[in-house]
């Protein structure tokens, strides 16, 4: 799944669905948010993650990637410039 959020767009707060494919059967346990625009092009779209000690926040360089258990509450904060 690819996801571009512009000016004023986000992502709510959600968890990721481990089954994949449907009749297929496919389970994925882990989620991977890779970014794919460089930080200084947009303000704001950081990848908030829920955490027992609180939420954590990235927004990481081009190329980076978070991966972290498709149950956990996570959501993108919303992008005041440019697009992510």
């Known amino acids: 799944l690819i996801s571009r959020t512009g000016i004023g767009q ?3 707060t959600h968890i990721d669905d481990a089954l994949i494919g449907g009749a297929l059967g496919l389970r994925s346990d882990l989620s991977l948010t890779v970014f794919l625009s460089d ?3 947009y303000d704001g779209g950081e ?4 955490t027992a000690s609180g ?4 927004k990481l360089p081009a190329g980076d990637a978070v991966l972290y258990p498709s149950t956990t509450l996570h959501r993108v ?3 005041a410039r440019g697009e992510r």
């Open 10 to 12: 986000g992502y709510g």
């Open 39 to 41: 930080p200084e092009s």
């Open 47 to 50: 990848l908030i993650i829920e």
């Open 55 to 58: 939420e954590e926040d990235a």
């Open 77 to 79: 904060a919303g992008v």
